[in-house]
């Protein structure tokens, strides 16, 4: 009950302000061009590009939807409340964690018209890599979201915690390029930690249970380096 609490005054903050909507605005009008480009351009029945161009999208839009989750309460010092509260400080990391991914899963569901659309005109349209692309979207998704929690704890200044989320996020973009600069196994062990890597599997219909768990993993990492360095300041 007190996780439900903690995720309930979260998404009602995040549409009590601008900033979900602004950013669903901006998504769906970028989402929405790339769309309409490629149909117009290839007239190719797939959506593996858009869901491709979306990760990317993603990079940007994450470190905006997560930088107040705690750097918001840092700095209005309501985060003394909390972690004086009968709330733990991982059951405020799970909550504001579910919270942002309720959050981003919506943001994906008003592009759910984009396959339909696609079927409409081409029948014989393949959805496997629909299915596997949007759970590779959720997996990355929750990734993208654990780093966000992480980097809005060390610091109560929100501008501070997107850009430490924006980094963390682009260092393992880079790592997907490892394995050509390299050439070794060094750069192919960097390259098994991209993100993006991982999620071009998705894209081409392979669910693939080592990614998966890569992907899990990865996000209980930096969730639990979140609730560390929250419990860390729940004793200072």
């Known amino acids: 009950m007190k996780i439900l609490a903690i995720i ?3 998404l009602q903050s995040y549409f009590f302000s601008p900033v979900a909507y602004i950013v669903f605005s ?13 149909l117009l351009s290839s007239q190719i029945a797939s959506l593996t590009p858009i869901l491709s161009n979306s990760a990317f999208i993603l990079l940007v839009v994450s470190p905006i939807l997560t930088m107040r989750l705690i750097s918001e309460e840092k700095k209005n010092k309501t985060i003394e409340l909390l972690l004086t509260s009968p709330i733990s400080p991982t059951e405020i990391i799970i909550g504001k964690f579910i919270a942002s991914l309720l959050l981003y899963c919506l ?9 339909f659309i696609i079927y409409h005109y081409s029948p014989e349209f393949d959805w ?4 596997t692309g949007y759970l590779g979207l959720v997996l990355m998704g929750s990734a993208f979201i654990s780093v966000g929690l992480f980097a809005s704890t ?5 501008i501070i915690s997107a850009m430490a989320c924006f980094g963390i996020l682009l260092l393992f973009w880079f790592f997907g390029w490892s394995k050509d600069i390299f050439e070794n196994a060094f750069g192919q062990i960097l390259s098994n930690l991209s993100l993006f890597d991982r999620f071009s599997d998705f894209l081409r219909g392979i669910i693939d249970s080592g990614n998966v768990i890569f992907f899990i993993v ?4 930096w969730l639990f ?7 860390s300041d729940r004793w200072r």
């Open 8 to 10: 309930k005054k979260e």
């Open 26 to 38: 901006a998504f769906l009008l970028v989402m929405g061009y790339f769309f309409w480009v490629f």
């Open 107 to 115: 943001l994906f569901l008003f592009t759910l018209e984009f396959p």
């Open 128 to 131: 496997g890599p629909v299915y």
């Open 154 to 158: 060390i610091s109560e200044n929100q």
């Open 218 to 221: 990865f996000t209980f990492i």
């Open 225 to 231: 380096l979140a609730t560390r360095v929250l419990e």
